[in-house]
């Protein structure tokens, strides 16, 4: 009987350390107390099956934008929902404010709703008729992704640093941009040294180009609606207390 660890899983253990590491030196970056980095990780591994099952179901398998060199069985599909999307989800929680302080006007919430729906059909329409294929469906997903996050702000009387720079506002975003594309450029650089999953529009085009894509703009679309829970769901988190005993 041959006991000899499959690489592959190898691959996996290493990878979602590094992206747990990640998380808690991010999180001591921001200063944070260590019963907030506990409840973070905790949170994490509880949303992260939920969201990582959404994300490689619909986005991964359907839309066919990325897959994993692992068997898609449901020990694997389960294990990376808790350990490396559960390793994002804690993350997120440390990111620039993604909703700001400010509340939108009334008027301002059916303006938002309106753009952000139109920015949906829109970007559809598109990248149906210009982008075809995996790179298409990259774009397409991600377009559906971030304005639907967008709409259900704005439905909840809350305004975004995306929705600031519709006002000229971009220091906030630009500020949750750098940080998705550095935490998305880490973790590229350890699934190149230990692969777990891969990108289709990589397997059928020049990879660099669009891991370039892939870094800039897909983890916003990663950490978009991460960020947007915790400061929605958990606001405690998006307040930045000064750091006590703890």
């Known amino acids: 009987m041959n006991h000899t660890l499959d690489p592959r899983w190898l691959n996996f253990v290493l990878l979602v350390t590094v992206q747990w590491g990640i998380g808690v030196a991010l999180a001591g970056a921001m200063r944070a107390r260590v019963k907030q980095i506990v409840a973070a990780c905790a949170i994490g591994l509880l949303l992260g099956i939920p969201f990582g099952l959404g994300f490689d179901l619909l986005i991964g398998r359907n839309a066919g934008i ?20 559960g390793a994002a989800v804690a993350t997120a929680a440390f990111f620039p404010r993604l909703i700001l302080p400010d509340a939108a006007s009334e008027v301002e919430h059916r303006k938002l709703v309106l753009l952000f729906w139109l920015l949906i059909l829109g970007a559809a329409l598109v990248s149906f008729i210009y982008a075809a294929g995996p790179l298409g469906s990259m774009f397409r997903a991600g377009a559906i992704i971030l304005a639907l996050g967008e709409v259900v702000a704005a439905l909840c009387g809350r305004r975004t640093a995306l929705a600031a720079l519709v006002h000229g506002m971009p220091g906030p975003l630009l500020k949750f941009w750098a940080a998705a594309a550095g935490i998305g450029a880490l973790y590229e650089i350890v699934n190149l040294c230990f692969p777990v999953w891969h990108w289709v529009p990589i397997d059928s085009a020049v990879s660099w180009p669009v891991e370039f894509v892939v870094v800039a703009f897909g983890y916003v679309v990663l950490f978009h609606p991460l960020r947007l829970i915790w400061q929605l769901i958990f606001p405690g988190f998006a307040r930045r207390e000064p750091r006590g005993p703890l």
């Open 66 to 85: 990325f897959g994993y060199y692992l068997p898609p069985r449901a020990g694997f599909i389960f294990l990376n929902g808790l350990l490396s999307y």
